[in-house]
Structure formats: structure tokens, C-alpha cells
T-cell receptor
Framework: GAGVSQSPSNKVTEKGKDVELRCDPISGHTALYWYRQSLGQGLEFLIYFQGNSAPDKSGLPSDRFSAERTGGSVSTLTIQRTQQEDSAVYLC???????????FGPGTRLLVL | QKEVEQNSGPLSVPEGAIASLNCTYSDRVSQSFFWYRQYSGKSPELIMSIYSNGDKEDGRFTAQLNKASQYVSLLIRDSQPSDSATYLCAADHLPGTASKLTFGTGTRLQVTL
């Protein structure tokens, strides 16, 4: 079956611009997560959506970062006024209702010049 | 202090040997533990999960958990060059779930011919 998909796969932007990253979770998965992975680093939790509950935004590094999930499916991560330190791979993951694991998408590689 | 700690490596083992990957965690309430494999430029994929003290075997992989020592390990028997990757350890506060994972920075494994 189809896995988690993300778009774009690569994004180059200029400092100060806004960017939107998209995630399509696996059909039927109720939980959706966003992570950030900088070069040579582990995964940094950003935000977690579970069904219709209020999202857990505890990992968002600043108010320039926001995310929404429409219709319990597709999610968009928005970074406003991008900075060079925002350059990283942004990974999306989804989990089925059993939460036995998280399935990761291929990631979006963001480069802020 | 990071919640989940791993030696970044690289850990180099010859083909056919046993690779031993280690992880410690600081939060005693952690209940569930996961090992993910991440090939260079790819997204993480689940290798093993373990929730109870002791060993859990799956093919060439064995996960070991010692909650008293707050220690998790992954053994890879008969290591193959295709096992060369970064191995991420992750922990969750809830039992039997991957609902909100805290990841270590990963250990890079190199299996040499």
C-alpha cells in the first residue's frame, strides 16, 4: 500500500521567505507527527496530531513554526520568515490507532540561503 | 542531559561479526523502546520494539532491555554490509506504544568486508 508521502522532496529558499511543507499520511492512520533532523543529528520532535484532539505543539522551536491538519488527513508545516538555522530535513510520520510504530515519509530537505 | 543517549560512532565491525549498539535513557517513566534503522539520505524504519525487561529476538536482531539500569541495546548477529546504517534508539512514556517518541542522535554502524 501507499506509504507516507511528503512534498516537495527538496526546497531551496531565501532567508526571510515563508515555506510550506506537505505531508500525506497513510490512509487510516489517526496520528501524524512532524520531526526535524539536522545534519548528523537525531530526530527533533516538532508537533503531534491525534484525531480531533488539540495538537501537541510542545516541540515547535519558535512562533515562526506552525502546522495544521485538515480533515484529519493531510498536514502542512509552515515556516515563516525562514532563517539559515531552519535548514534541515523535515520528516513526517504517521501511526495507526494501535500506535505500534511510526511510519516515516521520505522527508523534505530544506535549504535556506 | 539528553533523555536518550547513544554513542555516535562510527562503530566498525567486520562482516559476520556481532554488532552491539547501546542506548541509555534518563527518564525512568519510559516504558517502550524502539530501534530504527536509517540509511544515508533515507527515512527511519522500525527494526525492533521492546517493552519488557530481557531479550527479544527477531532473526539476526536481538533487543535487550534493562529498566533498572535504564539501558537498551541492539545486537546484530552475522553482520552484513547491508546493515551499514545509522541506528536510532527511541523511547516512549506509555507502555506498548510509539505515541510520542524521544530519539537519540543515533549510532553509525559500518560493516566492513
Amino acid at each position: 500500500g501507499a506509504g507516507v508521502s511528503q512534498s516537495p522532496s527538496n526546497k531551496v529558499t531565501e532567508k526571510g521567505k515563508d515555506v510550506e511543507l506537505r505531508c500525506d499520511p497513510i490512509s487510516g492512520h489517526t496520528a501524524l507527527y512532524w520531526y526535524r533532523q539536522s545534519l548528523g543529528q537525531g530526530l527533533e520532535f516538532l508537533i503531534y496530531f491525534q484525531g480531533n484532539s488539540a495538537p501537541d505543539k510542545s516541540g515547535l522551536p519558535s512562533d515562526r513554526f506552525s502546522a495544521e491538519r485538515t480533515g484529519g488527513s493531510v498536514s502542512t508545516l509552515t515556516i515563516q520568515r525562514t532563517q539559515q538555522e531552519d535548514s534541515a530535513v523535515y520528516l513526517c510520520a504517521s501511526s495507526p490507532p494501535s500506535y505500534e510504530t511510526q511510519y516515516f515519509g521520505p522527508g523534505t530537505r530544506l535549504l535556506v540561503l | 542531559q539528553k533523555e536518550v543517549e547513544q554513542n555516535s560512532g562510527p562503530l566498525s565491525v567486520p562482516e559476520g561479526a556481532i554488532a552491539s549498539l547501546n542506548c541509555t535513557y534518563s527518564d525512568r517513566v519510559s516504558q517502550s523502546f524502539f530501534w530504527y534503522r536509517q540509511y544515508s539520505g533515507k527515512s527511519p524504519e522500525l527494526i525492533m520494539s521492546i517493552y519488557s525487561n530481557g531479550d527479544k529476538e527477531d532473526g539476526r536482531f536481538t533487543a535487550q532491555l534493562n529498566k533498572a539500569s535504564q539501558y537498551v541495546s541492539l545486537l546484530i548477529r552475522d553482520s552484513q554490509p547491508s546493515d551499514s546504517a545509522t541506528y536510532l534508539c527511541a523511547a516512549d512514556h506509555l507502555p506498548g506504544t510509539a505515541s510520542k517518541l524521544t530519539f537519540g542522535t543515533g549510532t553509525r554502524l559500518q560493516v566492513t568486508l
